[in-house]
């Protein structure tokens, strides 16, 4: 089992910056795969960035958000990081980690594992 707790969401003026953290607990966090995804009233859940194991360095990002966010690892490999920057109104949303021991991708089907959410909104 791995439970994740996101933090960091706010509200921010369009073209402000915030930087999401997941924190990790349970088994080997830094083993999983993890995604970042957001939900805006209304709307489906949708990906926003993956990030792989802490062996690898791969990451694939939404094309809405390429060059604009970044996600990460932390150093104590039990916390993840959503860095946004250059924020748009549209970006508004309840952002969620997920995490995966076997997936890496754009499905949220396929990720096990979830944290609560933490909202973030974007004024313009």
């Known amino acids: 089992q791995v439970q994740l707790v996101e933090s960091g969401g706010g509200l921010v003026q369009a073209g402000g910056s915030l930087r999401l953290s997941c924190a990790a607990s349970?088994?080997?966090?830094?083993?999983?795969?993890l995604g970042w995804f957001r939900q805006a009233p209304g709307k489906e859940r949708e990906f926003v960035a993956s990030?792989?194991?802490?062996?690898?360095?791969?990451?694939l990002y939404a094309d809405s958000v390429k060059g604009r966010f970044s996600i990460s690892r932390g150093n104590a490999k039990n916390t993840a990081y959503l860095q946004m920057n250059s924020l748009k109104p549209e970006d508004t949303a309840v952002y969620y980690c997920?995490?995966?021991?076997?997936?890496?991708?754009?499905?949220?089907?396929?990720?096990?594992?979830w944290g609560q959410g933490t909202q973030v909104t974007v004024t313009s």
């Open positions: 997920a995490a995966d021991v076997s997936y890496f991708g754009a499905s949220k089907t396929q990720y096990r594992y």
């Open positions: 349970g088994r080997t966090f830094s083993n999983y795969y």
């Open positions: 990030t792989s194991t802490w062996s690898g360095v791969m990451t």
